[in-house]
């Protein structure tokens, strides 16, 4: 666990799932160009994000993955997944990105329990 | 205590902005401050001063202006989630080469950065989303 100040981003919805996930990245991306240490949650459906075979939407919906991809690039390494998300989905780790770490529930409470700056989408 | 609100509802779809309005009464009838309201995601639509309500209901608008005018409450757009979604200032309606624009003060477009000041700033910063 990092330091308790880091801002934490929640991703809860999936990607085409209207603009949730774009603007929710654009939020985390934002963050670390202002200097902060950006821990990235991906519950539920929010974890479709990190599917590493997943393609554009229908026509005219861009893709996602590739602000996925970019996060590294501004520094924003933790990219959280709580096991019961997997367990919930069928998702095994092979089938997200590289560097996802899961997450305990206890883990996940303690995230939300410490005193840090929290945005959902 | 100093309180910051971010809204991402859109008005008449979502109970997100009656939620954060009432909330903001609240919040400054208990003698706390709010430093500002940030609009996100579909939350941009509360700005656009086309929306036309039957009378006898709330025009959303018109009541987060009214919150600006009795409290000096800032009432920042983010300007990339606004274009997106039709949600133009003069300015930006030049530029783009629109006929029309549905943003005016005291609502301005501003950029995210915007939201993280506001939440560095705050005691307490609350998101009202569906």
């Known amino acids: 666990m990092h330091a308790s100040e880091d801002f934490l981003v929640v991703i809860r919805h999936a990607p085409h799932n209207a603009s949730w996930l774009r603007e929710g990245l654009d939020a985390a991306l934002v963050a670390a160009a202002f200097g902060q240490s950006v821990r990235l949650l991906f519950m539920g459906e929010g974890a479709l994000a990190l599917c590493k075979k997943q393609q554009a939407g229908a026509p005219g919906q861009k893709a996602s993955l590739p602000t996925i991809d970019m996060l590294e690039m501004y520094d924003i390494d933790q990219l959280n997944v709580p096991e019961r998300t997997l367990n919930e989905l069928n998702l095994g780790l092979e089938s997200l990105v590289d560097g996802v770490s899961t997450l305990t529930d206890a883990q996940v409470s303690a995230l939300f329990s410490q005193n840090r700056p929290i945005l959902n989408f | 205590m100093d309180y910051g609100l971010l809204v991402m509802g859109a008005p008449y779809s979502d109970p997100a902005p009656h939620s954060a ?9 208990r003698g706390h401050r709010l430093a500002g309201v940030f609009f996100y995601h579909d939350g941009v639509h509360n700005a656009s001063s086309l929306m036309t309500p039957p009378q006898d209901e709330l025009n959303l608008r018109e009541a987060w202006k009214a919150l600006h005018e009795r409290h000096d409450v ?26 029309a624009y549905n943003l005016e003060a005291p609502f301005e477009l501003t950029g995210l950065g915007q939201l993280l000041t506001l939440q560095q700033r705050c005691d307490r910063f609350i998101t009202f989303a569906s």
């Open chain 2, 74 to 99: 800032p009432l920042d757009v983010c300007i990339a989630a606004a274009l997106r979604r039709g949600i133009v200032n003069e300015a930006e309606a030049a530029r783009h080469g629109h006929s």
């Open chain 2, 21 to 29: 309005l009432r909330f903001a009464e609240a919040v400054l009838a």
